[in-house]
């Protein structure tokens, strides 16, 4: 069973950058073949997608952080990073790490407990 642990959240002003990380623990073939995605939950809000990254590092972002937000991973150290830029107001939530097994379809099925962050103006 795979575990994922956010970290690096906190309370920054609006123009200025975050770089969030989920580290995963549990099977290494099960972590590495794993597509990982980053969401977020604004409050009174839904949550909605962010960003993903395959193995092969294929990546999609959501249209509202494309060109603001990077997603990576770095395999060996079993961690996929977020790297916010530019931060504003709007991007204020908690952001969760989840994964999923390649071509299991739109289920997400193992999360973290997510990291706060909120973007003063």
């Known amino acids: 069973q795979v575990q994922l642990v956010e970290s690096g959240g906190g309370l920054v002003q609006a123009g200025t950058s975050l770089r969030l990380s989920c580290a995963a623990s549990g099977p290494t073939l099960a972590i590495i073949t794993s597509i990982f995605g980053w969401f977020r939950q604004a409050p009174g809000k839904e949550r909605e997608f962010v960003a993903d990254i395959s193995l092969s590092s294929n990546i999609h972002y959501a249209d509202s952080v494309k060109g603001r937000f990077t997603i990576s991973r770095d395999n060996a150290k079993n961690t996929v990073y977020l790297v916010m830029n530019d931060l504003k107001p709007e991007d204020t939530a908690v952001y969760y790490c989840?994964?999923?097994?390649?071509?299991?379809?739109?289920?997400?099925?193992?999360w973290g407990q997510g990291t706060q962050v909120i973007v003063s103006s």
């Open positions: 989840a994964t999923k097994a390649p071509y299991s379809g739109p289920t997400w099925n193992t």
